[in-house]
């Protein structure tokens, strides 16, 4: 059997996401290949819906996941014993075709003529375009009464399959938007990405993440929903009470459960010894964090400001790495942003060789591109980037 992933906006850091919690789930992140951009398949062996669909809810970089329908008039009689159904047809392409939207229109209609004439209710719904949204298939209840039928399409096959699961996007603009505490001033990390980088540490779920600049608490919210235990610390006593207020408001709302956290101020710059003890005594299997990087920006910077920014950044990740002497054993993972910021005379950023010494491997490469996230327009780009103590 064979699974289909549709990846969200940023297609790169999908692809090294869904690898790594593959292989946190124990199979090889091989498996995956790619079939367009945004669209990856993954063929293994033994692998079963119920396991592909606990994966696909770990991820944050992917909008649905299918498997593969190999015969369609067996597909539609699976639902000959349903009274009523409810179905939309997608079509997925690497290139656009102004045909596609006539074949989900023909499609649909063929579809309604087989359930009518085996005298079954339905309804169909059709895309905006051709690609029918998350809302749209979460509203109309279309997995539970019905199916959604995706053709995906390269320059080469199409591939027929049968959606079974989309994104949850309410759970995600309620972390975003609906949680008590946010300090813009701060900077404020997309939950999404924040999973992301929280997969990319490939922590199982008794394991422990911690973030040493926590902020309002994006990475500790999303580790607590995936079932993996924090340390969260921050300078700033505000950041502490934020993070502590959104992390009960979570776990009042349902959104994680069984999971333990604790949260203490620390200066990076200047740690205190005894808290460093502590931190190592705890069992720290990962860092994921994103240092401050100044407030937001929606000018092209002037260099001298970029370049002072920068060399705050720096100075953040030259204390964690000192800590991180203290505390980190061998495989242990650091997942960290490194900015870079738009000026009139290009992007500007700061080299990791500048922060990480020899002693840390790099594991971007293993994912073949660059690790970006950066909005249209955007003046401050994120460089994540995924580290491996030798």
């Known amino acids: ?49 119920e396991v592909v669909l606990r994966i696909f809810q770990r991820l944050g970089g992917f909008t649905r996941v299918g498997k593969e329908i190999e015969d369609l008039d067996t597909f539609l009689s699976n639902f000959s014993d349903t009274s009523r159904v409810v179905f939309g047809v997608s079509v997925i392409s690497e290139v656009k075709d102004r045909k596609d939207r006539e074949i989900i229109e023909k499609l649909s209609k063929q579809i309604k003529k087989f359930f009518v ?72 990390l997309p939950p999404k990405l924040a999973r992301m980088m929280v997969n990319f540490s490939q922590i199982k779920d008794d ?46 709302k ?31 299997d ?27 950044v720096k100075q953040l990740y030259i204390g964690l790495f000192e800590v991180l002497k203290k505390v980190a054993h061998r495989d242990f993972r650091v997942v960290l942003v490194i900015p870079s910021y738009k000026t009139r005379d290009g992007w500007k950023t700061l080299p990791l060789s500048e922060i990480v010494g020899k002693d840390w491997e790099l594991e971007n490469k293993k994912h073949g591109r660059d690790l970006k996230w950066k909005r249209n327009n955007s003046i401050i780009m994120r460089n994540i980037f995924i580290l491996t103590k030798k």
């Not at 297609?11 to 995956?32: H, I, K, Q, W």
């Not at 902020?215 to 993070?243: C, P, Y």
Request: overall charge negative.
């Open 254 to 284: 349902g959104f994680s459960q069984d999971v333990k956290y604790d949260l203490f101020q620390l200066d990076i710059l200047n740690p205190d010894g005894k808290i460093v003890n502590e931190i190592k005594n705890t069992g720290v």
């Open 117 to 188: 004439q085996t005298e079954i209710s339905c309804r169909f719904i059709l895309p905006r375009k051709t690609e029918l949204n998350a809302a749209q298939v979460t509203k109309n209840q279309m997995l539970e009464k019905g199916f959604e039928l995706v053709i995906f399409k390269n320059r080469e096959e199409e591939i027929y399959s049968q959606t079974i699961a989309v994104q949850d996007i309410e759970s995600f603009t309620k972390m975003d938007m609906g949680r008590p505490n946010v300090d813009v001033d701060m900077g404020t």
């Open 1 to 49: 059997m064979r699974y289909i992933f549709t990846a969200g906006s940023f297609p790169n850091l999908s692809y090294a996401e869904l690898r790594s919690v593959l292989e946190t789930f124990g199979y090889s992140p091989d498996s995956v290949k790619k079939f367009s951009e945004k669209i990856f398949i993954v063929n293994q062996k033994e692998i079963t819906d």
């Open 207 to 252: 394991g422990v993440i911690w973030d040493p600049f926590c902020g309002s608490g994006t990475i500790l919210l999303e580790s607590l929903v995936s079932g993996i235990n924090v340390l969260g610390s921050d300078i700033d006593e505000k950041a502490i009470h934020f993070s502590e207020e959104n992390i009960k408001w979570i776990a009042d």
């Open 286 to 312: 990962a860092v994921v964090c994103e240092p401050y990087m100044g407030p937001p920006q929606r000018r092209y910077m002037e260099d001298r400001k970029a370049y002072k920014l920068l060399d705050g």
